[in-house]
């Protein structure tokens, strides 16, 4: 079935063919129609569906009948600045035939840049939740039209804390209105969410409830802890891995195997919630040129991460949350290309793969654990050895001058504690969207 099918103008189905794309995925072939008839949506899809197309290219169509406004008429509401960025993206590549402005706002980037362009006037919004509330306080943003909102990664959304800031904004908006919601999972949360902002809608769910992508070919590795870095490296030389994928649990472990990857001659990148805006950006970029080999990354990072024919998915630590194993390993694997999700996984660990493959519903294969050479002592760098013979002769003086300088520490190590929480943001930065 071709686009046209489905009811989309030719500057839609022109923009499409340019990049490649004839026929619908499956929620698309869904959701479109719907949309193009003022309905309210909740579609289970999940990551690598095609989803992203399927809302923007109806609220193009529907947005293109009147003329520009000063106000947005559409508002999308994404949970990270990655994926607000790329919905942005997809929309201008989209409707590059149509008189049609879009607009991203999210935090970790300067606000006045995004006042001046909100005066200039705006027909299509992205926005992380936070960001817009920062404009909605200093009112430099006017929702009062807006006819379509969508939220977008709804299940995100609430794992990041985000249900009140997104009830905030709902009430920003004006009663009459289209609603679409996406939502990779259904769990009671998310049906309590559709029931307050939905009317009447029409479900689609594309795909099976935590059902892994079906071609990706998956496997995972038994193996120690401290040896899961040189493990990694050996697999991605003697592999000949161009591009890879891998998760770890925090930014400081993010960091860490990024730095020892780049010792094993591997270029490597790291994208988390430590990183600037502009950070994440470059080595994203670098990631899809093939400049950077191996990203690496914590969940919520990557969240939303489109980039097309990955090819291999890395679980260098198990996530806690086995639903969270399912949106991992969607990367790769996408419109009908084969790809490849390895998992590491260390003794302690193992509950959490019988987790993943309790909602999986189905077993894991372990691959046998290759011959490979043992981890490289990292090397101590001058300053340190030098604070190690401090530490020597503090050792060795009289034990009265060692109680003063021990609580200074302590206090330190308390003070170091009350910092981010996991993926290194504190519950407000997770809620604020930046």
Not at 89 to 101: A, P, T
Not at 121 to 130: E, H, K, M, N, Q
Not at 221 to 244: F, T
Request: charged share 25%; net charge positive; aromatic share 4%.
């Amino acid at each position: 079935m071709p686009f046209a099918a489905l009811g989309l103008k030719p500057e839609l189905t022109r923009a499409l063919a340019d990049r490649g794309y004839t026929e619908p995925t499956p929620v698309q072939t869904r959701v479109i129609p719907e949309i193009l008839a003022g309905r309210d949506i909740l579609a289970g899809a999940q990551t690598g569906t095609g989803k992203t197309a399927g809302f923007t290219l109806p609220i193009l169509q529907q947005l293109n009948t009147a003329p520009p406004a000063r106000a947005p008429r559409a508002l999308i509401l994404a949970p990270t600045r990655e994926l607000a960025a790329q919905v942005a993206e997809s929309i201008k590549s989209y409707g590059k035939y149509l008189r049609l402005r879009t607009l991203v706002v999210f935090g970790g980037v300067g606000i006045h840049p995004q006042i001046e362009a909100l005066r200039r006037g705006v027909d299509i919004l992205v926005a992380t939740p936070g960001r817009l509330l920062d404009h909605a306080q200093q009112r430099t943003i006017d929702l009062s039209q807006v006819e379509i909102f969508v939220l977008d990664e709804a299940d995100r959304m609430l794992d990041m804390g985000f249900i009140a800031d997104i009830r905030r904004v709902i009430k920003l908006l004006p009663p009459r209105r289209q609603n679409l919601m996406f939502s990779a999972t259904y769990s009671d949360d998310i049906r309590r969410l559709a029931q307050s902002l939905l009317r009447q809608p029409v479900e689609v769910d594309v795909a099976r409830r935590n059902a892994a992508v079906e071609t990706v070919e998956q496997c995972y590795y038994a193996v120690a802890r401290d040896n899961k870095r040189a493990l990694l490296s050996h697999l991605i030389h003697e592999g000949d891995w161009s591009q890879v994928l891998i998760f770890t649990r925090t930014k400081h472990g993010a960091n860490r195997l990024t730095k020892q990857l780049t010792q094993d001659g591997i270029n490597a990148a790291a994208i988390h919630g430590n990183k600037s805006q502009s950070a994440r950006t470059q080595a994203l970029a670098d990631f899809k040129q093939n400049k950077v080999r191996a990203l690496v990354a914590t969940e919520i990072a990557a969240r939303g991460l489109d980039i097309k024919e990955l090819p291999h998915v890395v679980n260098f630590d198990l996530p806690n949350v086995p639903e969270d194993y399912v949106h991992r390993i969607g990367r790769t694997g996408r419109a009908g290309a084969t790809g490849s999700a390895v998992s590491l996984v260390a003794p302690d660990e193992a509950s959490l793969l019988k987790d993943i493959e309790r909602v999986l519903k189905a077993r894991i294969p372990q691959a046998p654990l290759p011959a490979f050479p043992p981890p490289r002592a990292e090397p101590v760098a001058p300053e340190r050895e030098g604070e190690h013979r401090r530490h020597e002769t503090k050792r060795n003086q009289p034990q009265h001058a060692q109680p003063q300088k021990r609580r200074h520490v302590h206090a330190q190590t308390r003070t170091h504690s009350r910092g981010a929480g996991e993926g290194g943001q504190t519950r407000r930065q997770r809620r604020r969207g930046r």
